[in-house]
């Protein structure tokens, strides 16, 4: 296949030119200039905002929230509820999801390979489960539905409220 390679605006001039025969012999017309776009640097993306929480008592928890587009990342990284030779091994679960206008974010449980461990799609399944994360000014409030019972160590636990651990922008 070949491509009309004369542009739009001399397609009048060209056809004229074509059916009067031979170009005479004076000097060609140059064609006009054309004056380059202005070139706008990239713009950086948005600085990433996060916030970052603590638990302390039933057992060691971390709390990271990460702002993606309309979303939000939840991260938690926890340890086992102490009991001796039968305390759990460390959890990490990772979810996703927006917040509403009472700053409670609604997340599901989603894929990832994390520090500690990781989670396939196909583990998860259709009906994954969701986090609820209650923010406000002193910390956030954790509810897990089912979320450790299916994903993590029997004794894990990574409901209760997350101090934090920095001063909000």
Known sequence: MRFNLIP???LGLAAVLMACGPAPAEAPVA???VEAAPVTPATAPAAERS???????PAQADLKLIEEGDEWRVVIRAGG???GGATAADCELQ???AQDRDDVI?????????ELNELPAADIGADAPVVTVRVGPEGAFVE???AAGRFCGMGSDISGFYSRTQTPD
Request: aromatic share 6%; charged share 25%.
């Open 8 to 10: 739009a605006s001399g």
């Open 31 to 33: 064609a006009p200039a």
């Open 51 to 57: 916030a970052d929480f603590r638990r302390t008592d």
């Open 81 to 83: 509820v102490p009991n």
């Open 95 to 97: 979810a996703r999801g």
């Open 106 to 114: 609604h997340a599901k449980l989603i894929p990832f390979e994390g």
């Open 144 to 146: 897990d539905s089912t």
